[in-house]
C-alpha cells in the first residue's frame, strides 16, 4: 500500500524549485541515514546481548538504529516529494517502534539490571541529544554484521534510482498527458 501510494501519487507542482528543495532535504536524510545506520553497526554489530553499548551513537539515543531507519523513511517520502505520505509514514513509524522499543527495554532491563537503568536515565530513548557522542579508542569491528548492514543499507540508496525513475515517468506523463487510472 506504502508503494502504491508512493508511485502513483503526484503532488501539484513537483517540478517547481519548493519541491525540488523538499527533494534534495529527503535525499539528504538518506544519505543521513545510510551513514547513521553504518555508524550504529560498527559499536552495536557482533555484540548485541552480550555487552551494552554506551558509546558512539548509542551514547546520543538508546535507539540510534530506529533513529536513522526514521531518517531514511523520511527521506524517501520527501525526495518523492509525497508530504502527505511523509506525514502518514511519521505516524505509523513512530506508533509502530514505541511499542517495538518499550518491549526492547524490558528485555534490556532483564539483560543488563541497574546498568541499563541507569543508561536509560541518562541517554534519550529515540531522538539523539545534541552534543559530542562519547567513543572508544579502541573498537573492535565484527566484519560479518557490517556487511549485514551495508546491504541493509542498500536498499535506501536503491531507493533513489526508483525515486529518480518515477520522476522522469511523471514528467513524461506531464508532456504525453498519460494519467495513471487511479
Known sequence: VWL?????????????????????LGFFLIFAAVLGRLWCSLY????????????????????????????GLIGVCLAAQNTLLTIASAVLFLG???????????????LFGREYLLYMDRVPRF???????????TLVVHSTPFIRSLRDVSWFLMAIVGIEI?????????????????
Open 96 to 110: 509502530y517502534y514505541r511499542t517495538v522499543i518499550a518491549r526492547e527495554e524490558k528485555r534490556l532491563v532483564t
Open 44 to 71: 552495536i554489530g557482533g555484540r548485541k546481548d552480550l555487552a551494552l553499548c554506551q558509546s558512539g551513537p548509542y551514547s546520543l539515543s538508546r535507539n540510534p538504529l530506529y533513529f536513522f531507519s526514521f531518517l
Open 4 to 24: 502504491a501510494a508512493l508511485i502513483a501519487t503526484q503532488p501539484e507542482g513537483f517540478e517547481t524549485l519548493g519541491y525540488s528543495l523538499v527533494e534534495f
Open 127 to 137: 531522538f539523539p541529544r545534541l552534543q559530542i557522542p562519547e567513543t572508544e579508542d
Open 166 to 182: 518515477i520522476e522522469e515517468l511523471r514528467q513524461a506523463a506531464m508532456i504525453t498527458g498519460w494519467r495513471l487510472p487511479f
